[in-house]
């Protein structure tokens, strides 16, 4: 239980346990370890390092209790909205809408970060530090601990750690692979080869460079710089991301020594949550070319999971003429079979696939995604398809919507909505 700093109305609880394990939940749970401060009807929430990451609350300052703002590792906000319940999980695997800040949303019109609770919110998280300020000398020990980490997060702070991070990497992670909903997007990322093979001229998150890979001892200092940045907060984190865009084309022996170095040197074992994961993209060259060998060593690695995401776009030519993507449609099916073969292994291997939607694209393209999807045939035991929409290229984002729904009651792969995020 925390106490009350009487002259300052606010209720401190540090060290927090939340819920375990970061897959999607039907509620708003809080997770893993943290800080809460509840002050003027809002809920605050601090990692153990200090740095805000969550912020509710009530009636009135707060109108919609099911919702939440959530910081990320870059210093960005997410609006999680718990509107349109029900659709949203079919939609994406998700009970809560997310929507991030200075990002198109594609979905609907609505735009919580011009609402005058969530500015208000933002707000009230600055004057709660100016608070916290006073009561430090009022409060436990174990308070005023908590709250010296909370103080020295200030706004700028925590902007200029976003940076430090991205020193670390020497990179930034322009979009995470979309099965990393499945742990909250709480992944520790580790650059293993910037940019990526293809370049495709309709990608809206490609760093422009051809594939670079990182030299292994580059990968190593990486990861214990990382480890030393993430502090006392690892523990809350059970996943990695091997980046940026293409990893797996930096070699298969490349991904499996960082794999490995990630899950000792980060001791992800330690984590207090359980299933850890491993994500990263490849291209279709990369994916085609696993052979036996390579696939046994990634069954092996220790992670309960490992998810391989590949952008095939389209099993149209035209299609992927007009996109500028350098993949024929034989490979794209090739490709689409190689995923469905190691799907069905045994083993925490996982192939996901992304295609897109875009109102510019032949109709051939959705006809035939529609024609292989919906084949009578036994799907994969694992593995997902995302649609990923085209950004400006989608005038009815309703109708989007009911079209994705209907093709995934009737695909035998199981089908959601890419949603970008980066990190
Ligand atoms: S492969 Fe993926 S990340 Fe790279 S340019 Fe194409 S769509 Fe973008």
Redo the contacts with the bound molecule.
Sequence with gaps: MGNRASSHEFKIFPLCKGHRGLEPVSFPASLGLYTKIQWQGYNFEFDLNGCVQKISGEHPVWPYPEDWLARTQTDRWIYYSGRSYEDIFALTGLYYYPYTQGQENLLDQDRPFEQPHVRKALKAWERLMACLEKAVMEVSEKEAQAIKKILRMTPRALNLRALEFQRLLKATIPVLPPECHRVAYRVVPVVVAEG?T???RF?C??TGTGLAPRPLDDISTQIKHIKNYYGPDLVNFNSVFLGQ??ALSAGIDRVISAARMAWEYLEISRSCHPCPRLFLFS?AEALLSLDPVAISALNALPYSNVHINV?IESLDEAALKLLGKPLTAQTAWNCMEKALELNRMPGPLEISLNFVAGDSLPENHWDLLTRTLCKNTPGPYKGTVYISPLRGDIKEPKKLRQRILQLKARSSWPLFLYLIQGL
């Design positions: 990526c293809s370049n495709c990608c998150i490609k865009n293409d291209g952008g």
